[in-house]
């Protein structure tokens, strides 16, 4: 390191104390941010953005849908660096601990509502820019920052700012998949329905009716065993399919109240994970392959698979295909350098890392833009890793991307 960098590392804790990093994670955690309903997070992380000197603006995504984007340094050039995180939130659980948007410290850990996936990953995008701009380093290049929407659904944001020209040289994701790892190849999503139309008909009348529940339960028997063909030796147990939402009842909303007749209108909802190098089109001519089995066995019925799904359930919306770049890509040899210098952590694992690479993310998107790219991200500890993020993960993401921005574009 050259003197310069030297004093930067030595500055970061007083740059921004963990105090107050907590802080800004506290901040968006007590902002729910479920997916399409991101704009008042996006709202949130600007005034953070301008309150610590960081000129930001809105992307309108679709109507009334922002997502924030920052950028420090040149107002001309690419992007030396690019920090993409997402706005949107996992729904919650029955088993949530607390109250889920007020966040809660219990040593190394920092309990809230989405803050596993992503909103600690946020705030050390927030922490490494806010150092950056208290450092008073000049920036020879920009830094982009992405707060973006939609990446529970393919990654409609990510998608909408690589359109809007928004591009960088390399780019950094910090999901959830701990600073001891960094991650650059991943799985591809594919997020489905199944639909299943029949007729109704009322109970004492059973026999005249074409029950869509139960040609659905049928159907997607036969998609548990079904052989998709979708196999990469690295990538075990691929493909793996999840029905993760069953809806039924009568007419083309799945009216519910009719319980007296059988439904005519029956959807799955599915998530399925497959390997590179598989394309979207492949995946939906295997699951056809199986409808078409499925058509035959009970033609009294119609069996449509819906991709992308109905956007009344927020399910989806872009394809999400697998991210495959190489493990010693420049930004990953630069990280695991950097890591050490700022935390007791190491970079442990690069590449393929399973089974943290079934996930799907917005690095796809990227990468297939050209920009070089990797996850590394904060992340919390067994047993209840989703619903807490360990401060000491996050401390060492922020100071990490600071670091690489230092370098990047200093």
Known sequence: MNSSTTTFVDQLPRLLPDDELVQLAAGLTAVPSFTGQETPLAFHVRNVLARNDIHAYHQEVQPGRLQ?????????????????????????????????????????????????????????????????????????????????????QGGVG??????????????????????????TRTAGVHKFAIVVRGITAHTSRHHEGVDAVAILRRVLDLLDTADLGLHNDE????????????????????????????????TALIDLRYPPPYEPHQVSKAIDAVLDRARDAFPQAQIAMEHPVDPRFRVGGTDMPPMDMPADCAVVRDIAELLPQVSDFRVEETGLALPYSYCGNDTTHLSRAGIECCLFGPRGDTPDTEHHVLISEMRACADTLALLAARRCG
């Open 68 to 152: 924030t984007i920052a950028r420090l340094g040149p107002e001309r050039g690419t992007p030396a660096l690019l920090l993409n995180g997402h706005l949107d939130m996992d729904p919650l659980g029955r088993d949530f601990p607390g109250e889920p948007f007020a966040a809660r410290r219990d040593g190394d850990r920092l309990y809230g509502a989405g803050l596993h996936n992503m909103k600690s990953g946020l705030a050390a995008i927030l922490g490494a820019a806010i150092a950056v701009r208290r450092s008073g380093i000049g920036l020879e290049r920009p830094l982009l920052l992405e707060f973006v929407v939609g990446e529970l």
């Open 158 to 183: 990510t998608r909408h700012a690589l359109r809007s020209g928004l591009t960088a040289d390399a780019a950094v994701v910090p999901e959830p998949y701990s600073v001891r790892r960094v991650i």
């Open 235 to 266: 990538f075990p147990p691929l493909p793996r399919h999840q029905v993760a939402s069953l809806i039924a009842g009568r007419g083309e909303g799945h009216d519910f109240s009719g319980v007296s007749y059988c439904s005519d209108k029956a």
